[in-house]
């Protein structure tokens, strides 16, 4: 009976010591595995499109963040007391200039030194014709891939300077999405080419579509230059539906961040569809129709055919 108690209590010690190195196995990998996170450095992006732009260059190398979620109105952001703890351990902030973010020197000041990033430095803007923002530089410059590449080649260089032992990774990634970059450019031609010439007039909410218009041959309307600036007047209007009705345009769009509410008006007051809405400033969620920028652009490219051309997508 001893003899069994001990046997026992034998097992039981066996089964502690047992339980405490596995506990303790589990406990040092999860710590390697925190270390190796942590090791990362961390980029922020102020957009959810900048981000995926990052992310495929930066690969599993850097951690990617945008500071705004999927569906947030970017120009006027509010950003939060955690967007800025959030930043004060970033290594670099991408911006996208232009006038775009409009609360990005507020907050830079307020998360402190980090090094940033300006995507549209250097780069020949496309000024806003007429309206309160008549001669101000349309910031929208990743709506076109032709403009995109420009970015590529800007955030590259940013990260081999900011991670030199990265430096092939990076190359390798960002002529990988170049490449594909390249591809939807051919594809959008493809695809806008069957439109007929003077049906291709893109009549949206925001003035957010002037680097694609001009890129692909198309003309442009617009509600507001700018979402920052979304202030529906009568004369605007007006404009807008005498320009619908005066080129024949059977369909007209919005966007995803802001309210179609006027744009429907528009729309019933000129005879044109409203063809739904795009994606310009913000990716969607995971599940969504746009969760890459390669992805919003082939969602926005088939709402533009399907309203402007009954001619079917090409592969």
Not at 13 to 25: D, E, K, Q, T, Y
Not at 45 to 65: C, H, M, P, Q, Y
Not at 244 to 270: D, G, H
């Amino acid at each position: 009976m001893i003899i069994n108690n001990k046997v026992k209590i034998i097992n039981i010690f066996n089964v502690l010591i047992l339980s405490l190195c596995l506990f303790s196995c589990s406990f040092s990998r999860k710590t390697s595995s925190d270390k190796q996170n942590e090791s990362k450095l961390l980029v922020l992006t102020t957009f959810t499109i900048l981000a995926d732009i990052a992310s495929n260059i930066a690969g599993d190398r850097l951690e990617v963040k945008s500071i705004t979620k999927p569906g947030a109105e970017i120009h006027s952001y509010q950003f939060t007391p955690s967007d800025i703890i959030s930043a004060s351990n970033a290594d670099l902030i991408i911006e996208n200039g232009l006038g775009l973010e409009l609360w990005i020197e507020k907050f830079i000041s307020s998360a402190g030194n980090i090094p940033r990033l300006v995507l549209s430095e250097g780069m020949k803007p496309i000024p806003i014709e007429g309206d309160v923002y008549a001669g101000k530089p349309n910031p929208h410059a990743w709506m076109s891939p032709q403009k995109t590449l420009y970015y590529v080649d800007k955030i590259l260089k940013a990260f081999v300077n900011l991670d030199p032992e990265g430096k092939e990774i990076f190359i390798d990634n960002a002529n990988v999405y170049k490449s594909k970059l390249l591809s939807l450019d051919k594809e959008l031609r493809d695809n806008l080419n069957l439109i007929p010439k003077n049906k291709r007039f893109l009549v949206t909410c925001e003035g957010a579509f002037s680097y694609l218009a001009n890129d692909y041959d198309m003309q442009e309307a617009y509600l507001w230059p700018v979402n920052a600036e979304s202030q529906v007047t009568p004369k605007r209007m007006i404009l807008l539906i005498k320009t619908i009705k005066e080129n024949n345009i059977p369909t007209i769009f919005c966007e995803s961040t802001v309210s179609a509410r006027a744009q429907r008006e528009v729309a019933k007051a000129s005879g044109a569809s409203f063809g739904g809405k795009f994606y310009v400033d913000s990716l969607s969620e995971e599940d969504g129709p746009a969760p890459t920028l390669l992805d919003l652009h082939r969602y926005n490219s088939k709402l533009i055919l399907k309203g402007l051309s009954p001619t079917k997508l090409t592969n």
